[in-house]
């Protein structure tokens, strides 16, 4: 059954997803809104995608309910998550959700208002604060081969390589995040049949809810989570860089916004009782 039926509700489902951006610091890679359902491919870096989500979908719901006088659940079920797996399929999984209108509602990508494409290929448009297209980009040559890449038959369908339902990655990939210590860096929605570091997944926990009651704006509690990365587990500025940051942070910055963190809080009180707090979780 339909959840958005006319542009304002499109609009008003993606007007949620840019206040989850500049409150929670999601960041959207690809995104496609179809008439039952919806496709983010994004980035989490502050490990708070249940609240994020639960954000964009409790506003759309009371949208919904308030606007079609509706009575009842809206949504079927609670979102689905998969970890993505950047180098192998970041190219294939945006084109599968750029393609999600073609032959059901539209016969072109760019006939479809309400998904990324026409961001990607069109760069006189302003596209929305949450949306990121340098990664996908960086993955063509110029803009030509995107385009062309991107109308290509979409025969290619992520279910297919899903594993154990959670990860979507090449088996390198898979070992990494199920057995490794990188086992922290999953959000934990994820965690499902994950075989997880117990230890790793209650400490990233509470790191989480710490940061989430301090009154600091976003740069700040992004900091904080890098300072509490680098003290409270044994990843390097790279492996932070690459499973938390992709395409936002370099490991160099990563160590510059701990080393800043850290001289900020010799002249700033409420910081400095924040990284005492936060080394004794």
């Known amino acids: 059954m339909n959840i958005f039926y006319d542009e304002e509700d499109f609009e ?15 960041i959207i890679h690809s995104y496609c809104l179809m008439n039952n359902h919806f496709h983010l491919l994004l980035q989490n870096p502050l490990i708070n995608l249940s609240t994020a989500m639960q954000l964009i979908l409790t ?7 308030r606007k ?10 609670r979102f689905s998550s998969i970890l993505v797996d950047t180098e192998l399929y ?8 750029h393609h999600n209108p073609v032959g059901v509602v539209v016969d072109k990508l760019e006939d479809w208002a309400w998904s990324s494409y026409r961001f990607f290929v069109d760069s006189r448009l302003s596209k929305p604060r949450f949306l990121e297209t340098s990664l996908i980009l960086q993955k063509h040559q110029n803009l030509t081969s995107f385009v062309d890449y991107a109308n290509e038959p979409g025969d290619w369908n992520p279910e297919d ?3 154990s339902g959670v990860i979507l990655g090449s088996e390198k990939f898979i070992e990494q995040i199920t057995f490794n210590h990188i086992a922290p860096t999953i959000d934990t929605d994820l965690k499902g049949s994950l075989q997880l570091n117990k230890t790793y997944r209650i400490r990233i926990a509470k790191i989480k809810e710490f940061i989430a009651r301090q009154n600091h704006d976003l ?4 900091s ?20 938390f940051f992709i395409g936002s942070f370099s490991p160099s ?11 900020q809080a010799q002249d700033d009180l409420i910081l400095a009782k924040a990284l005492i707090e936060l080394n004794s979780l």
């Open 12 to 26: 008003f489902f993606i007007n949620q997803i840019l206040l989850v951006n500049i409150s929670h610091g999601i």
């Open 59 to 65: 506003r759309y719901a009371s949208h919904f309910k």
């Open 68 to 77: 079609y006088k509706h009575r009842g659940k809206v949504l079927e079920k």
């Open 90 to 97: 970041l190219i294939h999984l945006a084109k599968y959700i």
């Open 161 to 163: 390589h899903i594993f």
């Open 219 to 222: 740069q700040i509690q992004t």
């Open 224 to 243: 904080l989570l890098i300072y509490a990365l680098r003290e409270k587990t044994n990843l390097s500025y790279k492996k932070i860089s690459e499973q």
């Open 253 to 263: 910055a990563i160590a510059s916004r701990y080393s800043r963190i850290k001289a």
